[in-house]
Every structure is written in structure tokens, then in C-alpha cells.
């Protein structure tokens, strides 16, 4: 007994710590995975995933192509393009109206489109012995369609003895080569603008120019008049010299002038005589584009000329004629509506800004507006306006 249970000893130690075999569950664990039936409607989704995915895979490939031509649009704009000089149009003995086309035809006009559409913007010129750019503004296209077929551009510049870019431009011959690069928008105008006044000084008109041309003309011929009946557009122009302006003449200040000045301002000083401007029956180039202007749009854009060689100012009576263009029923009643609809825009030199609204200011490298002092601050004191101004 003892002899025959040491010899099974050891075989049923071995199967007490065999493992357990698989084989058969893992048989019968597959075979009923695969004979499982499959629920009735199992077909009919494999379409909508198919679906699905094309779904995803087109919207992926669209975002993709969107990403694409957003980065070719930017390489557009802040890559240097070259344009050729066909033109230098005199304006007066400093300034001219240059005329540009690319050299490839068509090249970059697509993206300046949008921008004659939404405001004021510039381009950037390079000066390539300095390596130096400067910006100007552009001038609108007095014939859209040709100026798009041709891809022509054109900017009134000064010529400035001390200024780098414009001293080179203005040696340049017809047929030069001008890298420039761009769009960028400087000054947005809303849908909700209905009033402007402008205030430009020298070359400051192609800003106003842009506004004028966002303003009546940025939207399609047929629903242009109608869209754009209700605003209105004041420019106060003032120059040095009256060749840059020759043949300007201001359009008549409305019937009412408030506020009237105080009964005790004539005994310390007697309003000066300002003279006439000279009639002559040649107009400059920009003073006919401005009289086309008003010839479109009848008591919609107006215009006033200051000359300071013939003693006329921009002073603080002119501003508040200007504010009294505006329509303010509504401000009486104390609810007034947004400053977007009523604008104070002033483009020009430096010196020009500050002594109608006070200076711009540097902060942290780069240029903001300022505060609004000066002459156009103090008219809005005297006769209140809900306005929006800024400094171009």
C-alpha cells in the first residue's frame, strides 16, 4: 500500500499543478463571436460611416486649402512686388501723381480690392540703395474697370529735400523699376457711417479721396446712389501754395453757424478781411477729380479750400461751421446714437494733426492717438457733438 501510493505520487503532484487547457473555450469563444448573427440594421450603417468620412475628409481638405491661400494672400502682402513707373503727372512745382502697373500683369490687384472697399490704407515703398521703406496712400481710380484691367495704382507724392524715399522717387525715370509691398489697412470705416468730416492737409487729400471712394463708390454700381444717399462728406483742404489747389473754390457754409460768438469779442480784436481767392479757369488735377466728386453725389460731398499763402486758415470758426454740418435732431433729445455715424477724420503732416486735435503719442514703441485738444476739442465744448475723431 505504501509502496503503490509513492509510485502515483509524484504523477498526480504533477497534474495537481498542471494549467488548466484553453484549447476547447477558446474554440467554442470564437466560434460563437463568428456564427453570432448580426443585427438586422448592421448593413445599412457602413454607408453613413462611408458618409462620414468623406464628410470629415472634405472638410479637412477644405480647411487645408483655406490655410493655403490665407498664407499665399499674407505672402502677397508683406512680400515687395515690382511695379513700373509709366507716368509722373505735375500737380503743382513739388508734387506729382505717380502711375504704377505691375510688371506681371494683374499680378497683385485681386488683393487691393477689398481695401478700396473698407477704408483708408498705404503701401510701402522701398528705397533699395538705403534699404529703407516709407507708406503712402493711394489715390482711388477715377475708371475702375480700366485701372483693374491694367492694374494700375497712382499716389500723389511731394517731393520733400530732405525725405529719402520721396527725393528718389521723383528722380526715378519713366520706365523705373518700384518695389512695393502691401496692403495695409490704416483706418476702417463701418457700415454704420453716415457722416464725415475731413480735415487734410497737403497730400492728406488721398486719405479723404479713400474715404470718399469707400464711402459712395466701395459698394456695386446699381445699389450705390441708393445705399448711400443719407451720407454725407465735408473736406476743409489746406495747402500751402494755391497751385497745389488751382481753380478751387469752397462750396457755400450752411445757413445756420452755431455757436454765435460772444457780443464782447469784437472790442479786443476786429475780425480781419479775408480775401478772395483768385477765379482762374484751369482746376488741378485733384481739384477736377473732387468737382467729379460732387458732380455725383449733388449736396452729398462738399468742399472747402484754405490756402495759408492767401491768409485763409483752418481756424477754430471753420471747424465749428464744419460741426454744424452735422445732423445733431437727435442729440436734443439726449439719446444720442453711436459715434460711428458721425466722424472727425484729420490726415496731414504732423504739425497739421497737432494743431487741430493735438499730437499723436509714442507709447511702448509704438504711435496711438492722444488725447483730442486743441481746436477740435474746444468747437465740440461749444457746440456738443456725440462724434468719433481720429488721427490718420
Known sequence: MLARCSREAPNNFKRAFRPLWLGPWRRFSSSTLENQPKPPNANKHSPNRAYRRLAVGVALGGGLYGLWQAYLYSLKRDSFVAYTLT?????????????????????????????WRRGIWNVQFKQPQLQIVRAYTPLPPTDEKTAEEKGEIRFLIRKDPYGEVSSYLHRLPIGADIEMRGPSLEYELTPEVRQVVFFAGGTGIAPALQVAHALFEGSSPAASHEANKDRK????????????????????????????KPTWSGFFSKPKQKPLPPVSEKKGVIVQELE????????????????????????????????????????????ATSQEKRQILISGPPGFIAYLAGPKEWRNGREEQGAVSKLVAHAISKNPHNVKVWKI
Open 233 to 260: 462728406l465735408h473736406i476743409l483742404w489746406a495747402n500751402r501754395m494755391r497751385e497745389d489747389c488751382v481753380g478751387g473754390v469752397s462750396d457755400e457754409p450752411p445757413a445756420e453757424r452755431s455757436p454765435p
Open 87 to 115: 507716368a509722373k503727372e505735375p500737380v503743382s512745382s513739388t508734387a506729382s501723381i505717380f502711375h504704377l502697373v505691375p510688371k506681371r500683369q494683374n499680378q497683385n490687384y485681386e488683393i487691393y480690392k477689398d481695401a
Open 292 to 335: 467729379a466728386l460732387k458732380q455725383r453725389y449733388p449736396g452729398q460731398i462738399t468742399v472747402e479750400y484754405f490756402v495759408n499763402a492767401e491768409d485763409t486758415w483752418i481756424d477754430e470758426d471753420a471747424v465749428l461751421r464744419a460741426l454744424s454740418r452735422f445732423d445733431d435732431k437727435d442729440f436734443s433729445t439726449g439719446y
